[in-house]
């Protein structure tokens, strides 16, 4: 029914920036907040960054004034702008939202992508 596709992973280089997004796509209704969660090897999941469908944002205290999550609401993505990256912050990235849909029923569940590296190494 619904879907999350992510993009934009890869290796970078410390100082290095790269831009992750999330499309959603499906009988979707109405998306609530979004978000992006990462987890490090060993690590438990946290989240990064999320914006609500107003536009509110919230950000991890070690990522504020790095990374910017930004959505195109025509376009059912959310974004993830990452600029001055760090070895830290090498983990898998997980695109979050919570998500009104309609298919046989009308439902509402918070939905993953699969996942996508980023990698911060010289």
């Known amino acids: 029914q619904v879907q999350l596709v992510e993009s934009g992973g890869g290796l970078v280089q410390p100082g290095g920036s790269l831009r992750l997004s999330c499309a959603a796509s499906?009988?979707?209704?109405?998306?609530?907040?979004m978000g992006w969660y990462r987890q490090a090897p060993g690590k438990e999941r946290e989240l990064v960054a999320a914006?609500?469908?107003?536009?509110?944002?919230n950000y991890l205290d070690s990522v504020k004034g790095r990374f910017t999550i930004s959505r195109d609401n025509a376009k059912n993505t959310v974004y993830l702008q990452m600029n001055s990256l760090k070895p830290e912050d090498t983990a898998v990235y997980y695109c979050n939202a919570d998500i009104e849909a309609y298919g046989s029923r009308w439902s509402r569940a918070d939905y993953w992508g699969q996942g996508t590296q980023v990698t911060v190494s010289s």
């Open positions: 499906g009988s979707i209704v109405r998306i609530h907040t």
């Open positions: 914006i609500t469908s107003g536009g509110h944002t």
